[in-house]
C-alpha cells in the first residue's frame, strides 16, 4: 500500500495569527488615506491641520541655541520632562489659573499633545470602563479608548436651527438631558475638546459647568483636550475646566507647543493635573518611551518663558497668531460661500467645517461608490479640482456617520489664502508644497496653483 | 482639622463616602481617594524604576558618575549641524509622515540594505519611533498580548520586563552563566546560555524571544553559531524575535556583530531595533528604528498611528543626513559607526585595568558601552546597612557616599530568583571623557586608603 509521508519543512512564515487583538481594525486611518490621496495628486492643501509656514523666528532661534547649548543639550534628560520646560509651563499655567502648580507632581512633558492622550488613557482606561466622546470628536480618541480596552460612548454636539445670520460654531450645542444620561456607574472619564477640531468650538462657561457637575456627581474624570488654547476669536475666551471648582483634581488638560507655537514637527506636548493621577501617567510614559527630547524642550521653554514675559501685550506671540488667522478664517468663508457652500465660522482653533449639501455635483468615481458622501465628495475635489479638505464623517462614531455625510473641513492656518497668488507664487513655490508621505519637498509646488486657488473665488 | 484627618484616614482605607467640603451639597462621592480615579491595571506593580532612584545622581557633581549610560563626549558636529539647518527650513518644523520621515527612511534603508545584503524597503519594512525604547513598546502592543509568553535573557536591559507585563504577556527569564573556570581575566564572552536550559524554556505559548546584542550590561555579542540555536528555536517554535541592537556599532577588535535577522528562516520573524542615540552620540534626541518584514511591520505602524502618530521632523532630518554622510565612508576609518568603536576600545582597556589594580573582576565586554565588574574580592562589608536590599544595591549606594563614584548594580538587570547569580557585581559606563575616567581612576586607586 501506499504510505503518507509527511515532511515537516521548517516554517519560515508564522503560520499564528500574528497581531494582538488590540491592534484589530485600527489599521485604516484618515490621516495615512487622504495625505497618500493629496501627495498623488498636486492640490492646494487645506486638508490636514498644519501651517503651511514656519514657526517665529524666536523659536528657530532658540532651537539653535540649544543646539548649541553643550553636550547635556544631546543626551538623556529627566523622563518627565526637562526641568526648566515643566518649571516655565507650571508658572504660565498657574498664573493663568491663579493655582500653585507643582513642575515635578503635576506635569508630564509628552511627545506631542497626541502621545499625552494615549499615556492618559493607558494609565486610566481599563478594560470595562466607559469613556464619553463628545461628537464631533478629533479621530484618535475613539481607537485609543479601545486600544486601552475601554468603550467608547458619544454625545453629539448638534446644530440648533438658526434663520437668517451665518452660521456658527457657538450654534452647535450639547443637549443636557443627553449629557446626563451617557453617564453611569461604568462612565470612566469624559473627553473634551475646546477648542474644538474640526467645528471651531469654543466651549462656554456654562456648558463646561454642564459637565463638571456631571463629572463630580458621578465622579468621572475629565480629559480636556486644550491644544488649540490661544486660538480664539471675536473675542471668545478660553476656559479652562480644571479651573471650575472641583475640577482641578479629576481633569487632565492637555496642550500642544506644536500648536501653540507653530511648530507641529516638534511633537512636544504636556499634560498637567493633579500628582495622585499624574503619577499613573508618569508610571506608563517611564515604560513606553521613558524620555522625550532634550533640545527641543530647552526651545520651548525659552518661548514660554518670553510668553510669560509679554503675556497680553501686542508682542505675544500668543496675542499675535490668532490676529493673524483672524483675516484668514473671514476669507476663506467669505470665498467658500461665494461658490455656494456654507461655511460653520469658528469661535476658535485652525479649521472650518463647511456644509456641502447645498451644492450638487455629480460624483461619478467607480472606486469612492461605497463611501460616505463627503468621503466621495472630497476625493473629488482632490482629483478633479486641485483642492484638498477633510471629510468630517471621518469625525463621528459609526453609529452617527451617516446624518453627518455633508460637512468637509478645511484648515486656514496657511499662508496661500492671504496671498496675492500672480506675484507671490514664486516664493511659496521655493517654500512649499503640500503633503507627502513619500517625498517632502522634492516634489514641485502644484504649477497650477494660481487656478486652484481661484476655484474658491469663481462660481464653480 | 476633624475634615482634614477624616480625608487622612478616608485615604489609607480607601473610602469612597467622604465628604469634599466645597461639594457637600453636591455628592457624597467627590474625593481624591475615590474608587473610579484607580489606575489601569495594565501598569500596576511598575511604578519603580532603578534610573529614577539612581539618576538624581547624574546632577550632583561632585560625584564621578559612570552610572547611567549616556555619554559625556560632544557628539560629531556634523551631525548636530545637521539639526541646526533642519531647523531653520519652514517646512521641516511642521509634521512630517508618520511612519518615518521620507528622508530618514530612506537613508536606513540605504545603510541596512548594505549592512543586511538585501533591499530593504523604506515604507513598508521601517518603522521611525521615539528611540529604541519607542520600537521595543511599539513591537510589543502590536505582537504580544494577554496569554502569550516572551522569553528573556538575563542580564536584560531593564524595560523589557515591564514592557512584557504591561501587553499583559508574561516574561520567562533565562541567565546568562559563566561557564569558564577561569580565575581571571573574566570576558563577556565567558558568559554562554545552557542550550537545553533555553530550549526548555520554549513551549506552545511562546510568542517571542527579545535578544539583546552587544548585550546591555554584560556588553557579550553573541555569536553566529549561538545565534543559530536561538534561531532554531524560533522556527521551530514559530516564535517571533525582537532583536534589540542599539550597540550594533560598538563592536570590539576581534568580534563581528551579527544581525540574526539573516540568518536562514529570520528575517520573516524578526524585528531588529536601532537607535540614532546609540549610532551617533545623542542619546537626548531620542529616535529609534524597527526594521523587519511588511507582515509584521505595519502591526508596528497602526500602533504608532494610534499611539504618537508622527517623530519630531528636525530631528529625523538630522539623523538622515548622518547617516548619509557616514554611508559614504562605511568601511573607512573615518566612518563614525567605526571610529567610535575605535576610541572606546582604549576607554575600555583603560577601566578594566584601573580596576584589576584595584582589587577588582571586570568582566571584560566585547561590544557596547558598559562593563561590569564583580566586587567580591574587596570583602566590603555592608551589615550596617538596609537588610533586604541587594547586595549590589547597597554597594553602589556606599560606593556613591563614601567614594563618589556612581555605577549601577546588576540585580537591576535580572529577575528575583537569579540575584544571588548577580549580586556581586556593578555596572559601569565608559563612554565618558577622558577626564571623567581620570577622576574615576583616581579614587579606584585610592580605593583601599581610608
Redesign the interface.
Known amino acids: 500500500g501506499w504510505f503518507l509521508v509527511r515532511i515537516t519543512l521548517?516554517?519560515?512564515?508564522?503560520?499564528?495569527q500574528?497581531?494582538?487583538?488590540?491592534?484589530e481594525g485600527?489599521?485604516k486611518?484618515i490621516?495615512?488615506e487622504f495625505?497618500q490621496l493629496i501627495s498623488d495628486y498636486k492640490v492646494v492643501n487645506l486638508g490636514?491641520g498644519?501651517?503651511?509656514?514656519?514657526?517665529p523666528s524666536f523659536m528657530?532661534e532658540a532651537?539653535?541655541n540649544a543646539?548649541?547649548g553643550g553636550?547635556?543639550?544631546?543626551?538623556?534628560?529627566?523622563?518627565f520632562g526637562y526641568p526648566r520646560l515643566v518649571k516655565i509651563i507650571a508658572k504660565f499655567f498657574g498664573r493663568i489659573m491663579g493655582r500653585e502648580i507643582d513642575p515635578m507632581e503635576e506635569v508630564l512633558i509628552t511627545?506631542?499633545a497626541?502621545?499625552a492622550l494615549?499615556c492618559t488613557f493607558?494609565?486610566?482606561?481599563?478594560e470595562g470602563d466607559e469613556v464619553i466622546i463628545v461628537e464631533p470628536f478629533f479621530d484618535?480618541y475613539e481607537?485609543?479608548v479601545m486600544?486601552?480596552?475601554g468603550t467608547p460612548v458619544y454625545i453629539p454636539l448638534k446644530p440648533k436651527e438658526v434663520t437668517g445670520s451665518a452660521l456658527s460654531s457657538a450654534d452647535w450645542l450639547l443637549c443636557p438631558e443627553e449629557v446626563a444620561s451617557k453617564f453611569n456607574p461604568r462612565t470612566?472619564a469624559i473627553v473634551i475638546n475646546t477648542p474644538n477640531n474640526p467645528l471651531g468650538k469654543v466651549f462656554q462657561r456654562d456648558e463646561l459647568q454642564m459637565i463638571a457637575?456631571l463629572c463630580?456627581?458621578h465622579?468621572?474624570?475629565c480629559i480636556s483636550d486644550e491644544v488649540y488654547e490661544w486660538l480664539t476669536y471675536d473675542g471668545e475666551h478660553h476656559i479652562k475646566i480644571a479651573s471650575l471648582?472641583?475640577m482641578w483634581?479629576?481633569t487632565v488638560t492637555i496642550g500642544s507647543a506644536g500648536k501653540s507655537f507653530?511648530?507641529?514637527?516638534?511633537?512636544v506636548g504636556w499634560a498637567m493635573c493633579?500628582g495622585?493621577?499624574l503619577?499613573?501617567l508618569k508610571?506608563?510614559h517611564?515604560?513606553?518611551?521613558?524620555?522625550?527630547?532634550?533640545?527641543?524642550q530647552e526651545a520651548v521653554a525659552v518661548g514660554f518663558q518670553r510668553e510669560y514675559d509679554v503675556f497680553g501685550t501686542e508682542e505675544s506671540y500668543f496675542r499675535q497668531l490668532p490676529a493673524q488667522l483672524h483675516a484668514k478664517r473671514l476669507k476663506l468663508a467669505k470665498s467658500l460661500r461665494s461658490v455656494g457652500l456654507q461655511p460653520i465660522l469658528p469661535q476658535g482653533g485652525y479649521f472650518m467645517t463647511t456644509d456641502i449639501s447645498s451644492l450638487k455635483v455629480e460624483l461619478n468615481d467607480p472606486d469612492t461608490k461605497d463611501e460616505p458622501y463627503d468621503y466621495r465628495f472630497v476625493k473629488w475635489l482632490i482629483k478633479e479640482k486641485g483642492l484638498a479638505a477633510i471629510p468630517v464623517s471621518g469625525f463621528y462614531s459609526p453609529e452617527h456617520r451617516a446624518d453627518f455625510q455633508n460637512y468637509i473641513r478645511f484648515c486656514f492656518v496657511k499662508v496661500i489664502l492671504l496671498m496675492d497668488i500672480q506675484n507671490e507664487s514664486e516664493q511659496y513655490r521655493e517654500?512649499?508644497?503640500c503633503?507627502?508621505?513619500?517625498?517632502?519637498?522634492d516634489q514641485d509646488p502644484p504649477k497650477h496653483i494660481a487656478r486652484t486657488a481661484l476655484f474658491l473665488t469663481k462660481v464653480a | 482639622m476633624i475634615i482634614t484627618q477624616l480625608i487622612h484616614r478616608c485615604r489609607s482605607a480607601c473610602c469612597v463616602l467622604e465628604i469634599h467640603p466645597l461639594r457637600k451639597l453636591f455628592s457624597t462621592k467627590s474625593s481624591m481617594t475615590s474608587v473610579k480615579q484607580k489606575n489601569a491595571k495594565r501598569i500596576e506593580g511598575l511604578e519603580k524604576n532603578v534610573w529614577v532612584a539612581f539618576t538624581s545622581v547624574a546632577s550632583d557633581s561632585s560625584i564621578v558618575n559612570l552610572g547611567q549610560g549616556y555619554p559625556d563626549i560632544p557628539p560629531p558636529s556634523y551631525v548636530t549641524e545637521g539639526l541646526a539647518q533642519a531647523v531653520m527650513v519652514d517646512r521641516l518644523n511642521q509634521y512630517t509622515r508618520g511612519f518615518g520621515h521620507p528622508s530618514l527612511v530612506k537613508a536606513l534603508s540605504k545603510v541596512y540594505g548594505k549592512v543586511y545584503g538585501r533591499l530593504i524597503d523604506p515604507f513598508k519594512e521601517i518603522l521611525v519611533t521615539v528611540g529604541a525604547y519607542g520600537s521595543l513598546m511599539s513591537s510589543m502592543q502590536a505582537l504580544v498580548e494577554e496569554g502569550d509568553e516572551v522569553v528573556i535573557i538575563e542580564p536584560f536591559y531593564d524595560c523589557y520586563v515591564p514592557m512584557v507585563r504591561m501587553a499583559g504577556a508574561k516574561p520567562v527569564l533565562i541567565p546568562l552563566r559563566t561557564k569558564s573556570s577561569k580565575k581571571t581575566n573574566f570576558s563577556s564572552a565567558d558568559w554562554v546560555l545552557d542550550q537545553d536550559e533555553l530550549a526548555s524554556k520554549f513551549n506552545s505559548k511562546t510568542k517571542a524571544i527579545i535578544i539583546n546584542t552587544p548585550n546591555n550590561p554584560i556588553g557579550k555579542v553573541f555569536t553566529r553559531s549561538e545565534l543559530q540555536v536561538i534561531a532554531d528555536l524560533c522556527i521551530k517554535h514559530d516564535v517571533l524575535c525582537f532583536s534589540d541592537e542599539v550597540y550594533e556599532w560598538l563592536i570590539y577588535r576581534g568580534h563581528e556583530h551579527v544581525k540574526i535577522a539573516t540568518l536562514p528562516g529570520m528575517w520573516d520573524r524578526t524585528i531588529t531595533i536601532g537607535s540614532a542615540g546609540k549610532t551617533f552620540s545623542v542619546t537626548g534626541w531620542k529616535l529609534g528604528w524597527s526594521i523587519g518584514p511588511e507582515h509584521l511591520v505595519k502591526h508596528l505602524q497602526t500602533v504608532m498611528q494610534n499611539t504618537l502618530y508622527a517623530c519630531a521632523t528636525p530631528l529625523q532630518e538630522a539623523v538622515a543626513r548622518g547617516l548619509l554622510h557616514d554611508f559614504e565612508l562605511m568601511e573607512q576609518p573615518d566612518c563614525y559607526f567605526s571610529s567610535l568603536a575605535v576610541e572606546l576600545q582604549g576607554k575600555r582597556d583603560r577601566l578594566a585595568c584601573i580596576l584589576q589594580q584595584a582589587g577588582m573582576s571586570p568582566v571584560v565586554p566585547e561590544g557596547g558601552y558598559f562593563m561590569i565588574v564583580d566586587v567580591t574580592a574587596l570583602n566590603q562589608d555592608l551589615s550596617h546597612m538596609e537588610e533586604d536590599k541587594p547586595y549590589d544595591y547597597k554597594f553602589v549606594e556606599w560606593m556613591i557616599k563614601e567614594k563618589k563614584l556612581a555605577a549601577i548594580p546588576v540585580t537591576a538587570f535580572c529577575g528575583d530568583e537569579s540575584r544571588k547569580q548577580f549580586e556581586k557585581y556593578i555596572r559601569l559606563c565608559f563612554i565618558k571623557q577622558d577626564s571623567t575616567l581620570d577622576a574615576a581612576a583616581t579614587i579606584l586607586k585610592n580605593w583601599s586608603k581610608a
Open positions: 521548517p516554517r519560515t512564515i508564522m503560520s499564528r500574528l497581531h494582538a487583538r488590540r491592534v485600527f489599521d486611518n490621516w495615512v495625505t490636514q498644519f501651517p503651511d509656514f514656519g514657526p528657530q532651537y539653535c543646539i548649541c553636550a547635556s543639550m544631546h543626551q538623556y534628560t529627566r523622563a511627545v506631542g497626541y502621545h494615549f493607558q494609565a486610566l482606561v481599563d484618535c481607537p485609543m486600544m486601552a480596552g470612566k457637575d463630580i456627581k465622579d468621572v474624570l471648582p472641583g483634581e479629576r507653530c511648530a507641529t514637527g516638534w511633537k493633579s495622585h493621577i503619577k499613573h508610571t506608563f517611564q515604560n513606553s518611551v521613558y524620555h522625550c527630547p532634550t533640545a527641543p517654500n512649499y508644497t503633503a507627502f508621505p513619500h517625498g517632502l519637498p
